[in-house]
């Protein structure tokens, strides 16, 4: 029996070598590494800067905090996402406002996204769930027709002139829509790389933004530097320069920086992530091919429109119930294969229960979490693991179809 587990980290000899440097060279905190891979992503992203930060969800609250959000706004998001997408809203003191997916869809219901703001509204976060970004030509048109609505409280709002388009792309990282690649089509974007991610730096996150007219993209910098190390007008690297060990708190700010040695990680990691994505869709076009033949539900990667970063292979199996589909992943289990399920809706967690959420108020979030499972995708698989997954999965489907 072969032992297939959800999603290990890739990590070899490039990631160890480089954290060996990272450590030899006695800077390992932020500095040039840190400084080197935000340069990378925002290459990587056709943006002027990037900011890594030690977690996506860190990014998110950055972002809240930066555009002034907090007690009085609120915050639009998706009820079918993990808790990342949404605490960092409760952080700030925002009111949440979770909407529905569309039916039989991953993504929020653009509908109701529509008829949920109001004149306090101050920000959407749409999820790229599995690696595939929303529709933003149909969330830019939105925001544009509800801009007699907006009531900017900051400057930066105001600049903007409308309520921000602040994506979660924790999945995202690499996918790409009408000739956009992710992180330069939102008004700011959050990446995460925790572990289990395409790119992996073990803990960690980084965010971009468009360019804003009116505002420098060095002042935004900076802002995001004082927010994630405690206010201070200098970081590390920064005061030892000669004569330069004095500094300022120009706020009491939060600690979420990155490292040297998880940047070192990740440097390592961008190096081999084309051919990693390479990898992932060709084992996302063998799971397609066993598998919609069988009337199962897939989630579409690519399309002419829009290039998936493959990060989850999600499945839908139509008419089972979330009985039968728990059983289908204990099943895999007992064969060594390990599937998860993405994701059960927010208001069905207790913390979201408590402040007032109800699972009947999304019966399409419930609808597509009943019968969802999530095979596992990842670049240390081997042909001949897809193949006995397949194998496996359809044996089990079969002795379901005869019980």
Same mark, same amino acid.
């Given at each position: 029996?072969?032992?297939?587990?959800?999603?290990?980290?890739?990590?070899? #000899?490039?990631?160890?070598?480089?954290?060996?440097?990272?450590?030899?060279?006695?800077?390992?905190?932020?500095?040039?590494? !840190?400084?080197?891979?935000?340069?990378?992503?925002?290459?990587?992203?056709?943006?002027? %800067?990037? @900011?890594?930060?030690?977690?996506?969800?860190?990014?998110?609250?950055?972002?809240?905090? &930066?555009?002034? +959000?907090? $007690?009085?706004?609120?915050?639009? !998001?998706?009820?079918?996402?993990?808790?990342?997408? #949404?605490? $960092?809203?409760?952080?700030?003191?925002?009111?949440?406002?979770?909407?529905? +997916?569309?039916?039989?869809?991953?993504?929020?219901?653009?509908?109701?996204?529509?008829?949920?703001?109001?004149? %306090?509204?101050?920000?959407?976060?749409?999820?790229?769930?599995?690696?595939?970004?929303?529709?933003?030509? %149909?969330?830019?048109?939105?925001?544009?027709?509800?801009?007699? %609505?907006?009531?900017?409280?900051?400057?930066?709002?105001?600049?903007?002139?409308?309520?921000?388009? @602040?994506?979660?792309? =924790?999945? #995202?990282?690499?996918?790409?829509?009408?000739?956009?690649?992710?992180?330069?089509?939102?008004?700011?974007?959050?990446?995460?790389?925790?572990?289990?991610?395409?790119?992996? !730096?073990?803990?960690?996150?980084?965010?971009?933004?468009?360019?804003?007219?009116?505002?420098?993209?060095?002042?935004?910098?900076?802002?995001?530097?004082?927010?994630?190390?405690?206010?201070?007008?200098?970081?590390?690297? #920064?005061?030892?320069?000669?004569?330069?060990?004095?500094?300022?708190?120009?706020?009491?700010?939060?600690?979420?920086?990155? !490292?040297?040695?998880?940047?070192?990680?990740?440097?390592?990691?961008?190096?081999?992530?084309?051919?990693?994505?390479?990898?992932?869709?060709?084992?996302?076009?063998?799971?397609?091919?066993?598998?919609?033949? &069988?009337?199962?539900?897939?989630?579409?990667?690519?399309?002419?429109?829009?290039?998936?970063?493959?990060?989850?292979?999600?499945?839908?199996?139509?008419?089972?119930?979330?009985?039968?589909?728990?059983?289908?992943?204990?099943?895999?289990?007992?064969?060594?294969?390990?599937?998860?399920?993405?994701?059960?809706?927010? $208001?069905?967690?207790?913390?979201?229960? =408590?402040?007032?959420?109800?699972?009947?108020?999304?019966?399409?979030?419930?609808?597509?979490?009943?019968?969802?499972?999530? &095979? $596992?995708?990842?670049?240390?698989?081997?042909?001949?693991?897809?193949?006995?997954?397949?194998?496996?999965?359809?044996?089990?489907?079969?002795?379901?179809?005869?019980?």
């Amino acid at each position: 029996m072969r032992k297939i587990p959800f999603s290990p980290p890739d990590v070899g #000899a490039d990631e160890i070598n480089e954290i060996i440097e990272a450590v030899q060279s006695g800077w390992i905190t932020t500095g040039p590494r !840190t400084k080197l891979f935000e340069k990378k992503i925002a290459d990587f992203c056709n943006v002027d %800067k990037a @900011v890594c930060l030690n977690s996506a969800t860190a990014c998110l609250e950055s972002i809240l905090r &930066l555009l002034g +959000v907090g $007690p009085g706004d609120e915050v639009i !998001t998706s009820a079918y996402t993990y808790t990342a997408s #949404a605490s $960092p809203v409760c952080h700030v003191g925002a009111r949440l406002v979770m909407v529905d +997916v569309a039916k039989d869809s991953f993504e929020m219901d653009y509908d109701l996204v529509e008829k949920s703001i109001t004149d %306090k509204t101050k920000v959407i976060i749409p999820v790229d769930l599995g690696g595939i970004m929303c529709d933003y030509d %149909k969330l830019f048109e939105i925001v544009q027709r509800k801009k007699n %609505k907006f009531c900017p409280s900051n400057k930066l709002q105001e600049l903007i002139g409308r309520v921000s388009i @602040v994506s979660d792309a =924790a999945h #995202a990282f690499g996918a790409s829509r009408n000739g956009k690649i992710c992180g330069e089509l939102s008004d700011f974007t959050s990446f995460s790389f925790h572990a289990v991610k395409n790119l992996t !730096t073990a803990e960690g996150g980084a965010l971009t933004w468009r360019h804003i007219d009116g505002i420098d993209d060095d002042w935004i910098y900076n802002q995001f530097m004082l927010l994630s190390l405690h206010g201070q007008s200098k970081d590390a690297l #920064a005061k030892t320069k000669l004569g330069s060990w004095e500094y300022d708190i120009v706020s009491p700010a939060y600690k979420c920086n990155m !490292t040297d040695i998880t940047a070192a990680m990740g440097l390592a990691q961008l190096t081999r992530y084309n051919d990693m994505m390479k990898k992932r869709k060709e084992y996302i076009g063998m799971y397609d091919a066993a598998f919609k033949p &069988l009337g199962i539900k897939v989630l579409k990667h690519y399309t002419p429109n829009y290039t998936s970063s493959g990060h989850l292979y999600m499945i839908r199996i139509p008419g089972i119930s979330c009985e039968i589909r728990n059983n289908i992943i204990t099943k895999l289990a007992e064969r060594g294969i390990a599937a998860n399920v993405h994701y059960k809706p927010l $208001p069905m967690m207790s913390g979201y229960v =408590a402040m007032g959420f109800e699972i009947k108020d999304y019966p399409n979030a419930y609808g597509v979490y009943e019968n969802e499972i999530t &095979l $596992p995708l990842h670049t240390c698989l081997e042909k001949e693991d897809v193949l006995y997954v397949i194998e496996n999965m359809k044996e089990i489907l079969d002795e379901i179809d005869r019980g």
